[in-house]
């Protein structure tokens, strides 16, 4: 599985993004999907996850409330929409993967527990 993140930029506080993340390989609807960040100075932290069904999702103490993870199974793409950004998300946002099987419906909030890596996005919000 390969990943490729974008939609990151530059965003005045207040504003909102939509990050995605494309996913090639034919197992990506039994994956299960997340998205970190890392700040500069700071060590990547979670931010989002979902189940490979959608059906779950578990967010960051940070975040909670103000975006929203997502993903569309048939496009092979996850989704982070942000909104009313702060400039303390400014990072770079990475997306990651997980082999699971259909049954499975945890959420995985470890950087460990992720076998894909996207190359990362960059979101910078201005004050």
């Known amino acids: 599985v390969q990943l490729q993140a974008c939609g990151g930029g530059l965003v005045e506080a207040g504003g909102s993004l939509m990050l995605s993340c494309a996913a090639s390989g034919s197992t990506f609807s039994l994956d299960a999907a997340a998205w970190f960040r890392q700040a500069p100075g700071k060590e990547r932290e979670f931010v989002a996850a979902i189940t490979s069904t959608g059906s779950r999702t578990l967010y960051g103490d940070s975040v909670k409330g103000r975006f929203t993870i997502s993903r569309d199974n048939a496009r092979k793409t996850l989704y982070l929409e942000m909104n009313s950004l702060k400039p303390e998300d400014t990072a770079v946002y990475y997306c990651?993967?997980?082999?699971?099987?259909?049954?499975?419906?945890?959420?995985?909030?470890?950087?460990?527990?992720?076998?894909?890596w996207g190359q990362g996005t960059q979101v910078t919000v201005s004050s």
């Open positions: 990651a993967a997980k082999h699971t099987i259909l049954s499975d419906t945890r959420v995985f909030a470890l950087q460990s527990d992720y076998d894909y």
